[in-house]
């Protein structure tokens, strides 16, 4: 498909068709980072720069229970933190930036992750995506979350040739629904790391074939495509774009996404 000559109406309506094909093939998609009020999620997300959810995942349920307030981040034990954080790399700055953004709630909003975006961009390690992130989980605000996946993948779509995040955040914004920002945001970036990926994107296993003008990205050829997928529901995923499951290897089911 061309996408030279489609008009706002016909963008919008592609949008919402890419959109509803999401929720079908993603029903399993949510925040991966695991958390159960918003401090664990602000933690959680500052862990996660330049780690895997899953690593991060592994680490926070001590972390969790060593430190359960911001206050506890504050006047934590910098040698202590770091070692606790380190299988997620970077730790010196994130621990730099865990006990800034305790001091910082302590200090300026009595302890509590403020739930408005105004006020979580002004906290230390805390940008326009993670405070997305935490409002759209831990708040139910909704919020776009334009990380890497979500950049490339609304790329390739054509819904955007902006390059800013605050840019594309706005521009797809404006095509969905708000009540849907939040799952929308979740179901792309679970695309991107099961199926559209950076290097080798499963086109010929992929349901969104007919909607995306970059289809052909990647194999277009169903046998090669299908050990492209990723994840436990990888065989669901061939399934849904019409492709024999039995032509997913256990090793996609079981791969670590991204
Ligand atoms: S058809 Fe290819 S490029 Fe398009 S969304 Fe699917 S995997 Fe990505």
């Not at 010196?92 to 930036?97: A, E, I, L, W």
């Amino acid at each position: 498909m061309t996408i030279s000559s489609e008009t706002a109406l016909g963008r919008t309506r592609r949008a919402r068709r890419i959109g509803r094909a999401l929720t079908e093939a993603h029903p399993d998609a949510h925040c991966e980072l695991d958390h159960s009020s918003p401090l664990e999620l602000a933690v959680a997300t500052i862990l996660s720069a330049q780690c895997t959810d899953k690593k991060v995942n592994e680490v926070t349920p001590k972390l969790f229970v060593r430190y359960p307030s911001a206050a506890d981040y504050a006047g934590a034990d910098r040698t202590e933190l770091e070692e606790l954080i380190r299988p997620t790399g970077f730790y010196r700055n994130k621990t730099d930036s865990l006990i800034k953004l305790g001091q910082a709630l302590v200090e300026r909003y009595d302890g509590q992750v403020p739930g408005k975006l105004a006020d979580l961009v002004t906290l230390p390690g805390i940008g326009r995506k993670t405070a997305n992130v935490i409002l759209g989980n831990a708040f139910g605000v909704p919020g776009i979350t334009v990380d890497t996946h979500f950049q490339r993948l609304v790329g390739r779509w054509g819904l955007t040739t902006q390059t800013d995040p605050v840019k594309i955040e706005h521009e797809i914004g404006a095509l969905f629904p708000k009540r849907e920002w939040t799952m929308l945001s979740h179901r792309i970036i679970f695309h991107g790391r099961r199926v559209c990926h950076a290097r080798k994107p499963a086109c010929g296993a992929c349901t969104l074939a007919k909607l995306c003008p970059s289809y052909g990205t990647g194999p277009t050829e169903p046998a090669l495509a299908a050990k492209l997928l990723k994840g436990p529901r990888a065989r669901d995923l061939a399934a849904a774009a019409g492709v024999d499951p039995a032509l997913v290897p256990q090793q996609a089911v079981v791969a670590e996404v991204p």
